[in-house]
C-alpha cells in the first residue's frame, strides 16, 4: 500500500508564500501522475496542479501562474513533489492533498491545511 505524506502547510498572510512537499512510500517516479489538490469548507475537491511522469504539468485556470508544481531531482532517493505557492490569496484557504496515480490506482494523502489571512 502507498502511502504519501504531505508538509509545509500553515498559515500565511496576503502575497505570502508556500511550499508544500509529498513524500511518498515508494519512488514518486513510479507513479504514472502526482499532483495537488485542495478543498475548502462546503466546496468539491478541486485539481490544483498536476505533472506526468514524462514531466508535463497542468494547472487551475485560478493559479494564474503563482504555483509550481515539481519533482525533487531523480538521484535523490527520497525525492517529493513540491508545490510552490507564491502571492497567496485568502481564497487559497483550504486543505491541499497529494494525489498519485499508479496504474489504475489513486492515492490520497491526509491533507495539509494552508490558511491565508487577509
Known amino acids: 500500500q502507498v502511502q504519501l505524506v504531505e508538509s509545509g502547510g500553515g498559515l500565511v498572510q496576503f502575497g505570502g508564500s508556500l511550499r508544500l512537499s509529498c513524500a511518498a512510500s515508494?519512488?514518486?517516479?513510479?507513479?504514472?501522475?502526482v499532483g495537488w489538490y485542495r478543498q475548502s469548507p462546503g466546496k468539491e475537491r478541486e485539481l490544483v496542479a498536476s505533472?506526468?511522469?514524462?514531466?508535463?504539468?497542468?494547472?487551475?485556470e485560478f493559479v494564474e501562474g503563482r504555483f509550481t508544481i515539481s519533482r525533487d531531482n531523480p538521484r535523490n532517493p527520497n525525492a517529493r513533489v513540491n508545490l510552490q505557492m507564491n502571492n497567496l490569496k485568502p481564497e487559497d484557504t483550504a486543505v491541499y492533498y497529494c494525489?498519485?496515480?499508479?496504474?489504475?490506482?489513486?492515492?490520497w494523502g491526509q491533507g495539509t491545511q494552508v490558511t491565508v489571512s487577509s
Open positions: 505533472m506526468t511522469a514524462g514531466g508535463s504539468t497542468n494547472y487551475a
Open positions: 494525489r498519485a496515480v499508479q496504474g489504475v490506482v489513486v492515492y
Open positions: 515508494t519512488s514518486i517516479f513510479n507513479f504514472k501522475t
